[in-house]
């Protein structure tokens, strides 16, 4: 199982590193500090699972999932995003995502991001 | 430049939307938040005396971690939040607690991880009132990447840090962290057009309200 990680936040980053890591130890992480990074980073580590930002310095997370989805309509994508504006989770559903949390990661989200990635895990 | 029902509403919706922010900073420090109510002030920056205690937002004379985040294209301004910068490294080393990471306790000085930190937390609370807003407005909030600065504020310069924006929407809303010292302050600034749209879209609700 490979997950990438796209983040600006090194805060956030080591949070969401962990959780992953103390649920799904034998998860591969990949982590990406932009969407410039994370495109490039989709392309040579081909994850399996994505947990993007959406605002980020450079090419932005939207941005980035409109370009993976040109190539690709099967990884597992989730938004985790300060943005609560209904029209920003609109734009991104349509491009194909598999859910979208709000920041913060509270307990009962990160239970919510480790049941999708155990789900896509198991879909394998 | 408010009347009484403008004001009503717009402290209402401000209430809700700090209260909603306070409930995600409490989520992320695990803390009760106390909350001030909100007064809510429409006001144009000329018109500002610097001895006016509702308007001296910034504190006292001091250093200032100041986060502010910009917002357009229809509804433009941008939005600030403020901690003195000891309280600042307080609730940084509650956040890096929580994850788990080593604090030195005592060390007054904002590293790295620090500025990290506050910079996601205030991104958070930021977005969670201007979203608000958007959604309120039903209109599409563009950012830019969320700022953060150390500044030192003189009794002098209070005022002159809103200089460019004529008119500013002062959310005098403070928080507090239980148990803690830490207090932050809620500032947005508007442009014109934007108190505009915003005072139009008010003004329809309440004759919707009032039939």
């Keep these: 199982m490979k997950v990438l990680i796209v983040e600006d936040s090194i805060f956030v980053q080591k949070l ?14 990949q982590i990406a500090s932009n969407g410039e990074q994370g495109y490039n980073l989709f392309q040579e580590f081909r994850p399996d699972f994505i947990t993007t930002d959406l605002l980020m310095p450079g090419l932005n997370g939207q941005e980035m999932l409109r370009m993976i989805r040109e190539t690709d309509s099967t990884v597992k994508i989730i938004i985790l995003s300060a943005d609560i504006q209904k029209t920003t989770r609109d734009e991104v559903e349509n491009l194909g995502i598999s859910g979208f949390l709000n920041k913060p990661l509270t307990a009962e989200k990160a239970n919510t991001l480790i049941q999708l990635i155990q789900a896509a895990y198991h879909a394998e | 430049m408010l009347n009484d029902l403008q004001k009503d509403l717009l402290t209402e919706l401000v209430n809700v939307y700090v209260g909603q922010a306070a409930n995600m900073l409490s989520e992320i420090v695990d803390k009760r938040i106390v909350l001030n109510i909100p007064e809510v002030e429409l006001i144009s920056i000329s018109d500002v005396d610097p001895g006016d205690r509702r308007y001296n937002i910034f504190f006292s004379e001091g250093h200032l971690f100041r986060s502010s985040l910009q917002f357009g294209y229809e509804f433009q301004g941008k939005a600030f939040l403020m901690f003195p910068v000891e309280q600042a490294k307080v609730l940084a080393n509650i956040c890096l607690g929580e994850l788990g990471e080593t604090v030195i306790p005592n ?39 969320p700022d953060i600065e150390l500044i030192y504020v003189t009794n002098s310069d209070q005022q002159i840090l809103l200089q460019n924006e004529v008119y500013v929407l002062v959310l005098h809303t403070s928080f507090l962290l239980a148990d803690t010292d830490v207090t932050g302050i809620i500032v947005i600034a508007l442009s014109m057009n934007s108190i505009s749209s915003l005072l139009a879209k008010m003004d329809a609700l309440l004759e919707a309200d009032h039939g």
């Design chain 1, 16 to 29: 969401l590193r962990k959780l992953i890591v103390d649920h799904i130890p034998e998860c591969e992480i």
């Design chain 2, 107 to 145: 060390d007054p000085s904002l590293m790295d991880t620090d500025l990290d930190v506050l910079k996601e937390v205030s991104n958070v609370l930021l977005n969670a009132i201007i979203g608000e807003f958007g959604n309120f407005l039903e209109i599409k909030l563009e950012y830019v990447l």
